[in-house]
């Protein structure tokens, strides 16, 4: 069973989600930035109206570029930690942490649809 993903990249000027299920993109929002929230349990909330819309779970990734604004989202902890409900659980991810692209060997053919593969079938929670 494929999940739905809501991928959650706080700025200065916006805030931008973008809900996935499976390779689907199903929901995009660009909305006023957290300094104009007056109530901290305004994004948790709407998370939760989501996830009973779609009556699943939601995995959120919330970018950690923007973690000064991300606690007042009520996403994450004191800590910077993600927090969970019965409806989602946040994964703080580094924004711009690109996983190193390794060493190709040359001259042996084209591997491209295989390396696709072996992105395709790493674990949830691990890093690719």
């Known amino acids: 069973m494929e999940r739905y993903t809501l ?15 499976g390779p689907d993109e199903i929901f995009r929002a660009l909305l006023p930035p957290s300094r104009s929230i007056r109530q901290d349990r305004v994004l948790p ?7 009973q819309w779609v009556d699943a779970p939601i995995h959120v ?3 950690a570029a923007a973690q000064d604004v991300s606690f007042c989202l009520g ?15 946040v994964e703080v991810v580094e924004r711009g942490a690109r996983r190193r692209r390794g ?4 001259g042996i053919g084209d591997f491209t649809d295989l390396r696709q593969l072996h992105l395709v079938t790493t674990p949830p929670g691990r890093s690719r």
Do not use: K, N, Q
């Not at 700025?11 to 299920?21: A, E, G, K, P, V």
């Not at 909330?45 to 996830?51: D, G, K, R, V």
């Not at 996403?75 to 409806?87: A, K, Q």
């Open 7 to 21: 991928a959650v990249a706080p700025s200065t000027r916006w805030i931008r989600l973008l809900l996935t299920h």
């Open 103 to 106: 060493t190709r060997i040359r």
């Open 45 to 51: 909330m709407m998370i939760e109206a989501l996830a």
């Open 61 to 63: 990734v919330l970018s």
């Open 75 to 89: 996403l994450t902890d004191e800590l910077g930690c993600g927090t969970r409900s019965l409806f989602y659980d």
